[in-house]
Every structure is written in structure tokens, then in C-alpha cells.
């Protein structure tokens, strides 16, 4: 029969040097950090869109036309798409690999979750940057009423 020591309390506590990277600590602290910038960015496009206007009637193909006309509010949107998707995609990696208990599994749930989330920042890069609500040669039945045709 064996018996083990238990140390006392204030004993020191070895730990173990890890040759893993650091990745899991970089986007523990990424959650943290993105999560608090995310705040910000989000309660301002909250309060311009609609506390400043007339509210949420006032959001229209116009409204966002004439929005990301800025380059200040397409830098703004570009920056809450990119760090909401990142931040999700960070999140839902970690649920996988908790979950997920075969490894075919959660690679295959993984490699969804990344081409997944690849293809939402480019188009939605790609639709922050192309919006064009007058688009110039465009049929003038078919554009917005405060295009000039």
C-alpha cells in the first residue's frame, strides 16, 4: 500500500514548463480585448443609427448609402464586422475543441468554422468597400430616388 503526501497549503507549486506555443493565451486575451473595443463600437453605431436620426424608420438603402460614403464610417463597420467575426469564430473554436471528442470530428467542425468565417469578412469587406448606391450608366427606373440620373 502507498501513501501519498499531501503538501501543505503554503507550500510552492511547481509548475511544469510547457513547450507549447502560446497561442491559447494570445486569444484569451484577444476575447478580453476585442470584447471591450467591440462595446465601444457597437454602442456608437447604436447611438448614431438611431438615437441621433430619427430612429429606426429613418435606416433605409439611402441612409447607408449616404453612410459609407465616409471613409470614417466604412473604416468604423469594417472594424465591428472583423472583430465580431473574429472574436465569434475564436469563440466557437474553443466550444469545439471542448465538445468535439472525436478528433475527425472537430477537425472537420473546425475547418467549416474557418471557411465559414473566411467567406463572411471577405464579402462583407468586399460589400463595405464596392457599395455603390448610384451606380454611374444604370437604368434610371432602377435607381434611388436621390440619384441623380
Same mark, same amino acid.
Given at each position: 500500500?502507498?501513501?501519498?503526501?499531501?503538501?501543505?497549503?503554503?507550500?510552492?507549486?511547481?509548475?511544469?514548463?510547457?513547450?507549447?506555443?502560446? *497561442?491559447?493565451?494570445?486569444? @484569451? /486575451?484577444?476575447?478580453?480585448?476585442?470584447?471591450?473595443? =467591440?462595446?465601444? &463600437?457597437?454602442?456608437?453605431? #447604436?447611438?448614431?443609427?438611431?438615437?441621433?436620426?430619427?430612429?429606426?424608420?429613418?435606416?433605409?438603402?439611402? *441612409?447607408?448609402?449616404?453612410? @459609407? /460614403?465616409?471613409?470614417?464610417?466604412?473604416?468604423?463597420? =469594417?472594424?465591428? &464586422?472583423?472583430?465580431?467575426? #473574429?472574436?465569434?469564430?475564436?469563440?466557437?473554436?474553443?466550444?469545439?475543441?471542448?465538445?468535439?471528442?472525436?478528433?475527425?470530428?472537430?477537425?472537420?467542425?473546425?475547418?467549416?468554422?474557418?471557411?465559414?468565417?473566411?467567406?463572411? &469578412?471577405?464579402?462583407?469587406? #468586399?460589400?463595405?468597400?464596392?457599395?455603390?448606391?448610384?451606380?454611374?450608366?444604370?437604368?434610371?427606373?432602377?435607381?434611388?430616388?436621390?440619384?441623380?440620373?
Amino acid at each position: 500500500m502507498s501513501t501519498t503526501t499531501i503538501p501543505t497549503p503554503r507550500a510552492g507549486y511547481q509548475r511544469s514548463k510547457s513547450s507549447r506555443s502560446k *497561442f491559447e493565451l494570445t486569444a @484569451w /486575451a484577444f476575447m478580453r480585448l476585442s470584447g471591450v473595443v =467591440l462595446v465601444v &463600437l457597437i454602442f456608437g453605431h #447604436l447611438f448614431v443609427n438611431l438615437w441621433m436620426g430619427e430612429g429606426v424608420k429613418a435606416i433605409d438603402f439611402g *441612409f447607408v448609402g449616404g453612410k @459609407w /460614403a465616409n471613409p470614417f464610417w466604412q473604416i468604423w463597420d =469594417l472594424l465591428m &464586422l472583423w472583430l465580431a467575426m #473574429l472574436h465569434g469564430t475564436n469563440g466557437m473554436r474553443t466550444i469545439i475543441a471542448d465538445y468535439a471528442e472525436k478528433p475527425a470530428t472537430r477537425g472537420t467542425l473546425s475547418v467549416i468554422l474557418y471557411v465559414a468565417s473566411a467567406i463572411i &469578412l471577405v464579402l462583407g469587406t #468586399l460589400v463595405i468597400f464596392t457599395f455603390e448606391p448610384c451606380p454611374p450608366g444604370a437604368d434610371p427606373a432602377l435607381l434611388a430616388s436621390f440619384c441623380n440620373a
